[in-house]
């Protein structure tokens, strides 16, 4: 079951920064926040990962919260091609399994 | 080139049918995973294979049998197939067992009828 809480769904001007919460108040210390985003008709695609620092790569920024029970993924230039179901995920590293437990995500739909 | 590609893209096929879908990682990585996608959007983990061998197997029933010829390759067999089996089928690999991004093909549209 996944141990996410998002919102269903989010609006978001282009050429704004899109915000995409996620609560995720059950968090063990050894479990990662791991965000994924899956685009009408094609595979999910990884965007970013942490633990407790903040991260930030080509595609986004994660913001983790000093408890760790919430995380903000920052798009920060959104674009008509971001419009996508965002999957927030928390999972523990160098588990013996590596299972992805998906939950029902954040339909971003940016507007022209 | 495609990281990781499935075939075929489509299927449509007739209940009791048996019929397969192949996954090919040009990437190197050591496991490779099957995710059905259902009609409502959910995704679930099916099988998982390290190295050729089977390491997770989520209650699917057996008339799904994965296999791995070797690690760039994970197959899924569909025996009999249902109307609840009509879904989209994912392939991923990573590279390696424990940690690290999965890196998703396109999918599969399985459609019985």
């Known amino acids: 079951d996944a141990k996410t809480t998002q919102p269903p769904s989010m609006d978001c001007a282009e050429g704004r920064a899109a915000n995409l919460p996620c609560n995720h108040s059950t968090i063990s210390g050894n479990e990662y926040v791991y965000w994924y985003r899956q685009i009408h008709s094609q595979g999910p695609q990884y965007i970013i990962h942490g633990l407790k620092n903040n991260e930030t790569n080509e595609m986004a920024s994660l913001i983790i919260t000093e408890d760790r029970k919430s995380s903000t993924l920052i798009l920060p230039h959104a674009t008509l091609r971001d419009t996508a179901v965002y999957y927030c995920?928390?999972?523990?590293?160098?588990?013996?399994?590596?299972?992805?437990?998906f939950g029902t995500g954040t339909l971003l739909a940016v507007q022209p | 080139d495609t990281a990781v590609s499935q075939t075929p893209k489509y299927l449509v096929t007739q209940m009791g049918n048996d019929k397969s879908i192949k996954c090919e990682q040009n990437l190197g990585h050591d496991t490779m995973y099957w995710y059905k996608q259902d009609s409502k959007k959910f995704l679930k983990i099916m099988f998982s294979?390290?190295?050729?061998?089977?390491?997770i197997n989520e209650t699917v029933p057996n008339r799904f049998s994965p296999k791995s010829p070797d690690k760039a390759h994970l197959n899924l067999h569909i025996n009999s197939l249902e109307l609840g089996d009509s879904a989209v089928y994912f392939c991923?690999?990573?590279?390696?067992?424990?940690?690290?991004?999965?890196?998703f093909g396109e999918g599969s549209r399985l459609t019985v009828l």
């Open positions: 995920i928390v999972r523990a590293y160098g588990g013996a399994t590596n299972k992805l437990i």
């Open positions: 991923a690999s990573s590279q390696r067992e424990s940690g690290g991004e999965l890196f």
């Open positions: 294979y390290n190295n050729k061998e089977l390491i």
